[in-house]
């Protein structure tokens, strides 16, 4: 059941090749461009917009907007921040460019908000299970991306991850929240798994998924995969966070050869130039 394309509102999504997504973080402390579009803590639009528009000339065919920053140890941020972040910010992207744009976002108000303005995709690193939030996602009838985090939420997550065998534990927690999403009422074809490399993983734990991706591929719903400047990039090549290109490429690619139907990436044309490679060799038998 590897299905082609996704239903997101007024746009459909070809995912019949890898596609990339690029990260457009409105947080004054994202761990990789952390602040990029704030000038004195307040959010400069015009500057996410020429990110957003180099990163669209770039191949990007989704835009993931975030309020919340979700890596390890992060801090909450209040429910009427993130409307203030994000909700501009998706408005005015789902106007200027003829891409998806994705809400990367956990709070049943804001993604109910941003549906209204033009959302096409609900990425949910909780998996829809704050309360509301599965049955407002339900309603848009929009694509869902569940994710697997293990440890109770980006400020704990790291202190103790634990599993009998990480690929089994993820394969079985995201078929769980698959049936949960199906009694609300979402289809099925319009379901994305992600590993959630980084949320509660050691590094072994986070190199086992990516070398075993294709195990997650086989449950038939499209993967995402975000690796890019992720810390388990750094434990292995030594680098800092504005370091990690090229690391991030080669988990881009190893993703995309597992299966990956979209790669969530900073670093858009870096990253379309190498798939584009990864696909000239492939030619047509990227049907595995
Ligand atoms: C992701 C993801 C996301 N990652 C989806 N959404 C982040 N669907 C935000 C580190 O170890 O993988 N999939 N939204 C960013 N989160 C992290 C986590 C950032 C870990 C950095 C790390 O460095």
């Given at each position: 059941m590897v299905l082609k394309t996704l239903r997101c509102g007024r746009r459909e999504l070809d995912i019949s090749r890898p596609v990339v997504m690029g990260v457009v973080n409105v947080t004054?402390?994202?761990?990789?461009?952390?602040?990029?579009?704030?000038?004195q803590s307040r959010l400069c639009i015009d500057v996410v917009l020429r990110q957003a528009e180099a990163m669209v000339a770039s191949g990007a065919k989704i835009l993931d907007v975030g309020g919340e920053s979700t890596r390890p140890g992060a801090t909450p941020v209040s429910v009427s921040e993130e409307m203030d972040r994000v909700l501009p910010v998706i408005e005015q992207l789902a106007q200027l460019f003829d891409v998806v744009i994705s809400l990367d976002s956990s709070q049943a108000e804001v993604i109910d908000a941003a549906a209204k303005l033009g959302m096409g995709l609900i990425n949910d690193v909780r998996s829809?299970?704050?309360?509301?939030a599965l049955d407002v996602a339900a309603k848009t009838g929009l694509p869902v991306c569940l994710m697997h985090m293990q440890g109770g939420g980006p400020a704990t997550m790291q202190l103790n991850p634990d599993y009998a065998d990480v690929v089994e534990d993820v394969q079985d927690f995201l078929q769980q929240q698959v049936v949960r999403c199906g009694v609300a009422g979402?289809?099925?074809?319009?379901i994305l798994l992600d590993p959630?490399?980084?949320?509660?993983?050691s590094l072994r734990h986070n190199l086992t998924l990516l070398n075993r991706l294709d195990q997650l591929v086989a449950l038939g719903y499209p993967v995402l995969s975000g690796t890019s400047r992720k810390s388990m990039v750094g434990q292995v090549t030594g680098k800092p966070v504005d370091q990690r290109l090229a690391g991030s490429l080669a988990t881009a690619l190893l993703a995309a050869q597992k299966g990956a139907a979209i790669l969530r990436v900073h670093d858009v044309a870096e990253t379309v130039d190498a798939l584009n490679v990864l696909e000239a060799v492939y030619q047509e038998t990227w049907e595995i």
């Open positions: 004054p402390d994202s761990f990789s461009d952390g602040g990029r579009y704030f000038r829809l299970s704050l309360p509301g979402i289809a099925a074809d319009q959630g490399f980084g949320f509660g993983k």
